[in-house]
């Protein structure tokens, strides 16, 4: 999807992101902030659905969605122009899934209304990468970068985040498994916790020669996935959200100006 330079977005900041990482969606704020983009957030967001709609309930994931979808809704027809989302499962959540779902669950309306806000719907780098650049002090830690499933194969999102972590001065260490599944997967790791484990641990034994200072990834609940193995296996690696590498980058430029 072809992005162009907005005034005014609606964060929809997802349950993980609210839930284990919201400082995630500070630095979000933030960045955007920075680059002059007002940040709006609706009050009545919740869950996108996803859990339930993977596990094959679709009138219950409709009713879940159904007050994000009227939230983000009221938001654009309030002035903002689009709708942020630092997560590439949820993004595709709302920009995919959401009309098949509400139709699915025969609420034809919230279907015709879903694909109205879904369009309207971008991950986080999707949106960044085409936005001005502001000063920075380059990073300079080496991070191996995960390429989430959703935000790979159904948003067809692959260099964004490869690319602004390069404009924040982080190394990009070589990683072969980087386009494989964490094994995180929602309710997957729930249903199959053995075979979930497997998948993370096998990505994550192709760092083992050459081990990163940190793994950067779009994704919070893939993020969580890999810290919790990395950590189990007794080679612990912090994973990070590519809005809080930005925003360190950028806040360190913010106190070098006013230290000189």
């Not at 919230?110 to 949106?127: F, T, W």
């Not at 919790?228 to 070098?256: C, I, K, M, T």
Request: aromatic share 4%; charged share 25%.
């Amino acid at each position: 999807m072809k992005t162009k330079y907005r005034r005014k977005v609606a964060l929809f900041v997802t349950c993980v992101v609210d839930a284990l990482s919201p400082k995630t969606g500070v630095a979000v704020v933030r960045t955007l902030r920075r680059r002059g983009i007002q940040v709006v957030f609706p009050q009545d967001q919740g869950c996108c659905g996803q859990p339930a709609w993977n596990a094959g309930f679709a009138q219950e994931a409709a009713l879940v969605a159904r007050p994000t979808l009227l939230a983000l809704k009221r938001a654009l027809d309030q002035g903002a122009e689009a709708v942020v989302c630092p997560a590439g499962s949820c993004a595709t959540m709302c920009r995919v899934f959401w009309p098949e779902m509400f139709e699915v669950a025969g609420l034809h309306a919230e279907a015709a209304l879903a694909r109205r806000v879904g369009a309207s719907v971008l991950e986080y780098s999707e949106l960044v990468e085409g936005l001005p650049i502001v000063p920075l002090v380059p990073d300079g830690r080496r991070v191996a970068l995960h390429k989430s499933c959703h935000m790979l194969r159904e948003l067809g999102l692959e260099g964004q985040a490869a690319f602004l972590a390069q404009r924040a001065g982080c190394r990009l260490v070589e990683w072969p498994g980087d386009d494989r599944c964490c094994g995180f997967g929602g309710t997957f790791s729930v249903k199959l916790p053995e075979l979930s484990v497997a998948m993370a641990d096998e990505k994550l034994r192709e760092l083992d020669e050459n081990p990163p200072d940190l793994i950067l990834g779009c994704d919070t609940s893939c993020l969580v996935q890999l810290s919790a193995r990395s950590q189990a296996r007794g080679r612990p690696l912090a994973a990070v959200h590519l809005a809080e590498v930005l925003d360190r980058a950028e806040l360190a430029a913010e106190r070098e100006g006013r230290d000189g």
